[in-house]
């Protein structure tokens, strides 16, 4: 899983498979979930992250995976 922020233009996109997306339905204004041929959630975009989710602290909380940091 990724997240990928874009400050320029406020977007946040939650890469949840490496699998590409076949369809999107946008579930609210500016939060499209992106699913694979299988029905399955790909991705979420999120437009104007900062006014809709708190983008200052993420919080893991037992993730079995390891981490990696890459900052801009």
């Given at each position: 899983m990724r997240l990928n922020?874009?400050?320029?233009?406020?977007f946040l996109y939650i890469d949840l498979s490496?699998?590409?997306s076949k369809?999107?339905?946008e579930i609210s204004e500016g939060v499209v979930l992106d699913y694979n041929d299988n029905g399955n959630i790909t991705g979420i975009d999120i437009d104007n992250a900062s006014r809709k989710i708190?983008?200052?602290e993420i919080i893991l909380n037992k993730v079995?995976?390891?981490l990696q940091a890459i900052t801009a």
């Open positions: 922020y874009y400050p320029e233009t406020d490496s699998k590409p369809e999107s339905i708190d983008l200052n079995p995976s390891q």
